[in-house]
């Protein structure tokens, strides 16, 4: 076994959910890796390495990755997405759908962007979720690429927007930077990863697929 599976993961599972899921339903004699992450709160696109293809794990990291995310506007959580506990902002004022556009034209491609307190980068052999839990915020910075930038839809208090970045991005602080701009307290509340360099989420198989065993058609052998 040489190839990658393409899956659609449900919102509420994390990356390694659907890894235990694959095993469970197909029993594989083979290693069985990911090539990146996908927040638990969010739903879409993640590439699972089967066998020998486990070895090209680092090959993914150059791939580009897009994005459909939705904004809340007017409303804080500190984990940026609708997990954490939610603060409303006093004296929000919507901006205009002409406003968000050009604040989107202008947001820079590439910036060093803050690595969020509630994710599982670590610090001292540590994830930041854990440090933030018992109180202490770590501030940890990366650069990061972003190669497009959209507005999908409008309407108060929702933005919905499209996004294209380097590996490793934070789609949530990204959105958080966006808004910030313009003095606005935002979440992350509904994420979906479309692609990852040339593979498209409307190729990925469903958990069901797995469990009927429909799951073989949506591999991609790697040469």
Request: hydrophobic residues 35%; aromatic residues 8%.
């Amino acid at each position: 076994m040489n190839s990658l599976l393409l899956i659609n993961k449900p919102i509420g599972l994390s990356t390694f959910d659907l890894i235990r899921h694959l095993k469970k339903a197909i029993k594989p004699d083979f290693k069985v890796g990911h090539a990146g992450t996908l927040d638990v709160f969010a739903d879409g696109l993640v590439v699972l390495l089967l066998g020998d293809a486990t070895k090209t794990f680092t090959d993914f990291q150059e791939h580009p990755k897009t994005y459909l995310a939705t904004a809340r506007l007017g409303i804080s959580s500190p984990t940026l997405d609708i997990e954490g506990e939610l603060t409303i902002q006093k004296n929000y004022v919507s901006p205009g759908r002409e406003t968000i556009e050009q604040t989107i034209k202008d947001f820079p491609q590439k910036y060093d962007q803050t690595v969020p307190s509630y994710s599982a980068a670590k610090h001292q052999g540590k994830p930041l979720y854990k440090h933030a839990r018992s109180g202490k915020l770590l501030t940890k910075t990366k650069p990061v690429t972003i190669h497009n930038l959209e507005l999908v839809a409008h309407k108060n208090p929702l933005v919905t927007f499209k996004a294209t970045t380097s590996s490793g991005t934070y789609i949530r602080q990204l959105s958080y930077d966006l808004f910030r701009k313009l003095e606005i307290d935002s979440f992350l509340s509904n994420l979906t990863r479309t692609e990852i360099g040339p593979y498209k989420l409307q190729n990925a198989a469903t958990l069901e697929d797995l469990y009927n065993q429909n799951w073989k058609q949506y591999l991609v052998t790697i040469c």
